[in-house]
């Protein structure tokens, strides 16, 4: 089994910074298959990023994905009010999903 | 417009079985990947299961032999029978859609139903 580790556990910022957001693989994964959710409290997660980099329907710009093999980002270039949430990254193989423990952005 | 709507969650207890529901419209359950993924309360999401457009069925090693996902096609719903359960399958339960456009990312969730096993 594929595990996903994410760091932070925690960040917190400022509305108007930048956030990074980071996930790592126990083994090497396919990009195609790594995405990113985003997930408020008292709401189902909502999907961002899809094959590391694309953005899914209706997701604005400032929220990008990058990253290969073991090593994949989030960045979240100016954050406002309402990106404050918890952030998971999840990967697929041989039909079998995981979700990394998710990265909390909070208010600083 | 498409939307996922379970159904059936509620307090059991430990070793009892509980069938939860996701009603499926905009699109059909039969023609896509369906899933289901968890949450414990204050925890973070766990996959549990899948089923193929073509009926196979894939679990997670932790529900293995005692969850059972299934589908009715003449009604567009999905199914998970959960047997034997524990008090660590206490969760919300949510229906997702696998998004074959989206690389088998989940682009679709319901609003999630809560399980309570206990005694």
């Known amino acids: 089994e594929i595990v996903l580790t994410q760091s932070p556990g925690t960040l917190s910022l400022s509305p108007g910074e930048r956030a990074t957001l980071s996930c790592r693989a126990s083994?090497?994964?396919?990009?195609?298959?790594l995405a990113w959710y985003q997930q408020k409290p008292g709401q189902a997660p909502r999907l961002l990023i899809y094959?590391?980099?694309s953005r899914a329907t209706g997701i604005p710009d400032r929220f990008s994905g990058s990253g290969s093999g073991t090593d994949f980002t989030l960045t979240i270039s100016r954050l406002e009010p309402e990106d404050f949430a918890v952030y998971y990254c999840?990967?697929?193989?041989?039909?079998?999903?995981?979700f990394g423990q998710g990265t909390k952005v909070e208010i600083k | 417009e498409v939307q996922l709507v379970e159904s059936g969650g509620g307090l059991i207890q430990p070793g009892g079985s509980l069938r939860v529901s996701c009603g499926a419209s905009?699109?059909?359950?039969?023609?896509?990947?369906m899933s289901w993924v968890r949450q414990a309360p204050g925890k973070g999401l766990e996959w549990v299961s899948v089923?193929?457009?073509?009926?196979?069925?894939y679990y997670a090693d932790s529900v293995k032999g005692r969850f059972t996902i299934s589908r009715d096609n003449s009604k567009n719903t999905l199914y998970l029978q959960m047997d034997s359960l524990r008090a660590e399958d206490t969760a919300v339960y949510y229906c997702?859609?696998?998004?074959?456009?989206?690389?088998?990312?989940?682009?679709?969730w319901g609003q999630g139903t809560l399980v309570t096993v206990s005694s």
């Open positions: 997702t859609r696998v998004a074959d456009g989206y690389n088998q990312a989940f682009d679709y």
């Open positions: 083994q090497s994964i396919t990009s195609s298959y």
């Open positions: 999840q990967q697929y193989r041989s039909s079998l999903w995981t």
């Open positions: 094959g590391a980099s």
């Open positions: 089923i193929s457009s073509g009926g196979r069925t």
């Open positions: 905009g699109f059909t359950v039969s023609g896509n990947y």
